[in-house]
């Protein structure tokens, strides 16, 4: 079939055989390039979105001891319970955050050891604030200061345990 060509027609031929194949390649390759794009950029934001998250909950659970404290010393126990709440409740959606972004079987269970210690604490904490009276915190300071640390400091301990573990996966992962 070839043979009965021209050396002209041959050279069309396969000269038509290369540019289909440099376009057939040039789009694999930008198919290819397109999609490990999208994969970077999703991998990026979750770890962004992770990080961000897991930096939202240090804050405010450094917001929740703050409140904590002010109450114990004859502060706005109204202001600083309010925002305890607030700052109760943006953790919890935080940790539901990481949960859905948790894709790794021993940090999923790492985390719900983390959420579990730091709800427990934080749970357990805005209770004894808000049991305090004016009057018992105006006439026992110490006693009250005592028992916070007495009954919620190994709380403390734990979730920051558990939240420091994970947060130190989750960096070696990124």
């Known amino acids: ?29 930008y198919y290819a390039l397109n999609n490990i794009e ?3 950029n999703k991998i990026k934001e979750s770890s ?44 919890e959606q935080n940790f539901k955050k990481l949960e859905a972004a948790a894709n790794d079987g ?9 959420k579990y210690s730091t709800m427990k604490f934080i749970n357990e904490a805005y209770k004894y604030i808000d049991s305090l009276t004016a009057d018992a915190i105006k006439n026992n ?8 640390h007495q009954k919620l400091s190994p709380l403390a301990v734990e ?5 420091k573990t994970f947060v130190k996966n989750k960096k070696k992962q990124f």
């Open 1 to 29: 079939m070839l043979r009965n060509k021209s050396i002209k027609e041959l050279m069309w031929l396969l000269t038509i055989v290369l540019v289909v194949s440099l376009i057939g390649a040039a789009g694999f390759t």
């Open 38 to 40: 999208k994969e970077f």
């Open 48 to 91: 962004i979105d992770t990080s961000l998250t897991i930096y939202d909950i240090e804050k405010r659970m450094n917001y929740i001891s703050r409140n904590d404290r002010d109450v114990m010393l004859g502060g706005n126990a109204e202001k600083d319970k309010k925002e305890i709440k607030e700052n109760i409740s943006a953790i």
């Open 106 to 114: 021993s940090n999923k269970e790492l985390l719900k050891k983390a």
């Open 141 to 148: 300071k110490e006693e009250v200061y005592h028992i916070y």
């Open 159 to 163: 979730s920051r345990k558990y939240f």
